[in-house]
């Protein structure tokens, strides 16, 4: 699940729901209301120390992201300036700081949540950090190898705890980057196509190619934490998303199509994409028209084909229909 917005798409992945179907209100940067349940809630009532550890001025408002967190430590500069900031440094220097006087206790387990802003939009130069040079990508990679340097830091303190043994480590994007390669459809193959990285103690790597959704985040996790049931029972939750230890084991089932959504805001009309393999169903509010692409062929969406194939972007249009009526719809509200 992709939003056009920063929190719209980080509330999809630690709620486990589809941002429409959560207590909102209408602006790009959202506030979500009490009535949603968020990951941290879940295992703090499973009893998990929870910490977490933000980077934009957003986060210091009245969000609703810090609801169920034990500590809660955003760190923002004034709006405007976020976009010039690295932000990498200083939340992995928090965490770690952090983990330093979180003594290791098998009675009550963490959860922390790191959330870093780059890479940047301007992508910002850092010094003793290697270039690619200088070109978009290039500068973009520059900025990923800091994010590393610092993450490298943060994992290595992870690695040297008695409680290394059992704990589980996610990495993954909010939205990904185009580069060059604009697009007017909010809801491309360049914002959808996120990393996802899980470390699960005693599973070999491997890499799993299906396409998922990043609502699919909150179920895994709880069922490897194994407090499904106590988080469920307390706020009958109704998660949208499916546990992905199956992939992790190599029992692949049938790949499922994946929905995402861009809901209406102030700024944005919605939108909508049904993915069924390699062929993509884009529903675009503003202009209300549906565009059909192959993007295992044309992964820029170059080439529209609703007109070439209509039968096929009927059956996906009703496919789509039908999977979001069964959603707890919810209107934004002020």
């Not at 976009?83 to 006087?101: D, G, Y």
């Not at 799993?208 to 985040?217: E, N």
């Not at 993915?275 to 675009?284: A, C, E, N």
């Amino acid at each position: 699940s992709v939003s056009g917005s920063m929190p719209t798409a980080l509330a999809a992945i630690l709620t486990g729901q589809y941002p429409s179907e959560l207590e909102r209100t209408p602006d790009d940067l959202a506030g979500f209301g009490s009535k949603n349940t968020f990951l941290a809630e879940m295992l703090s009532t499973a009893g998990y120390h929870t910490a977490g550890f933000p980077s934009h001025w957003y986060f210091d408002g009245k969000t609703g992201f810090s609801d169920g967190f034990d500590v809660w430590q955003p760190y923002f500069v004034e709006r405007g300036r976020m976009k010039l900031v690295p932000t990498a440094e200083t939340v992995v220097t928090a965490a770690v700081e952090h983990l330093h006087r979180l003594e290791p206790d098998p009675s009550r387990p963490f959860f922390m949540w790191l959330h870093i802003l780059d890479p940047l939009p301007n992508y910002i130069e850092h010094l003793d950090i290697a270039r690619f040079g200088d070109k978009r990508a290039d500068r973009y990679d520059h900025e990923i190898r800091y994010v590393d340097t610092w993450l490298k830091w943060f994992f290595d303190t992870l690695k040297r705890r008695e409680d290394w043994s059992r704990t589980i480590v996610v990495v993954a994007g909010s939205r990904g980057e185009a580069f060059e390669q604009r697009s007017p459809r909010l809801l491309n193959e360049s914002n959808l196509r996120v990393p996802l990285i899980f470390r699960v103690p005693g599973l070999e790597s491997r890499p799993v190619d299906w396409r998922i959704s990043l609502i699919d985040l909150v179920p895994t996790l709880l069922d490897l934490a194994d407090v499904t049931s106590v988080t469920r029972r307390a706020r009958n939750l109704s998660l949208r998303g499916h546990s992905l230890i199956p992939h992790f084991v190599g029992r692949d089932t049938t790949m499922s199509p994946v929905f995402a959504e861009s809901p209406e805001s102030l700024q944005h009309a919605m939108q909508l994409v049904w993915l069924d393999g390699s062929t993509k169903l884009h529903f675009d509010g503003e202009e209300n028209h549906w565009q059909l692409f192959d993007v295992a062929r044309d992964p820029w969406e170059k080439e529209e084909l609703s007109m070439k194939r209509p039968q096929l972007s009927g059956r996906l249009q009703t496919a789509l229909r039908r999977y979001r009526s069964n959603l707890d719809l919810k209107p934004p509200k002020r």
